[in-house]
């Protein structure tokens, strides 16, 4: 069992929280994620370390409430507990032998993106973020993001807050002046990552994604998480989950991940229900 330390919530559809779990805090690096049970009859679901504090022991994780997991999750307080955090998994992120980068994070992918740039921050790498989402809402880890970057843009689609227009839109703007990056971390959507892999190619910088499909058991034995990469199956979960965006086949993992949407939305319906029963 493993103990919620704290929990605050980013918006109104996005939670975050510190868990007990040193033996994780121990080995965690940006890019890597954990697998996690609320309860002894809940589903296995991944979530990207967000942050961790090796002294106290503690992994945060940061997620958005839209599916019955994550509404389950939710409703636990601090104090309470998890059944199941197991990790970290996956390859973490390479930031080696790079001098300037351009960190790209849109939605809820800003919690990937940010210890991402922060770390190469920190290492004195020369950052550029950039992190988009529909409106003033739904912004989160602002303050974050612009303390540990040497150049910093946060857009809106609607224009209520920051810069209005989607992420390429900055992006391409530098890249057209003159201005190189030796490496793109786009983290988002996977609409997003395709159109900021597309930008990045026209001025070939290379473009790293992480891919965050479908997983379950975490070691490439359930195959939930394959992905064509230049034309080979890889497994998110043990492969990656950063892969060459030039290389990610993004329409085939576009139109697969749309497979289980109505099955998890009527999974996730049931859970309000049941909680709304609770309440009554």
């Not at 992420?167 to 983290?187: N, Y």
């Not at 379950?216 to 199956?233: A, K, N, Q, S, Y």
């Not at 989950?241 to 329409?251: A, C």
């Amino acid at each position: 069992m493993f103990k919620i330390v704290n929990k605050k919530f980013l918006n109104p559809t996005v939670c975050m929280m510190d868990i007990e779990a040193p033996f994780v805090a121990a080995k965690a690096e940006p890019g890597q994620f954990i697998i996690l049970r609320v309860d002894e009859e809940g589903e296995r679901i991944p979530l990207t370390v967000a942050g961790f504090d090796r002294k106290k022991g503690l992994v945060k994780i940061i997620f958005q409430i839209v599916g019955a997991t994550t509404e389950k999750l939710k409703h636990k307080e601090v104090g309470e507990f998890i059944q199941d955090f197991v990790g970290p998994l996956g390859m973490a992120t390479d930031v080696s032998n790079l001098k300037s980068a351009c960190v790209v994070g849109g939605g809820v992918g800003c919690a990937i993106a940010f210890p991402v740039a922060k770390k190469m921050f920190e290492m004195g790498i020369d950052v550029t973020s950039i992190i988009g989402f529909r409106n003033k809402d739904l912004i989160i880890l602002e303050d974050e993001f612009k303390n540990s970057a040497n150049e910093f843009h946060v857009m809106t689609d609607d224009g209520s807050y920051g810069e209005m227009g989607n992420v390429c839109v900055p992006l391409e703007k530098m890249l057209s002046s003159g201005k190189k990056f030796d490496k793109i971390f786009a983290i988002g959507p996977l609409v997003m990552m395709k159109f900021v892999v597309q930008t990045a190619k026209k001025y070939n910088i290379p473009c790293v994604v992480s891919m965050n499909p479908i997983m379950i058991d975490g070691t490439g034995m359930c195959g939930c998480c394959r992905l064509m990469v230049d034309g080979e199956m890889k497994f998110a979960c043990v492969d990656g989950p950063d892969f060459d965006g030039y290389k990610v086949n993004f329409d085939e993992m576009i139109e697969r991940n749309g497979m289980y949407c109505d099955f998890e939305r009527q999974a996730y319906e049931e859970t309000c229900n049941l909680f709304k029963k609770e309440v009554k």
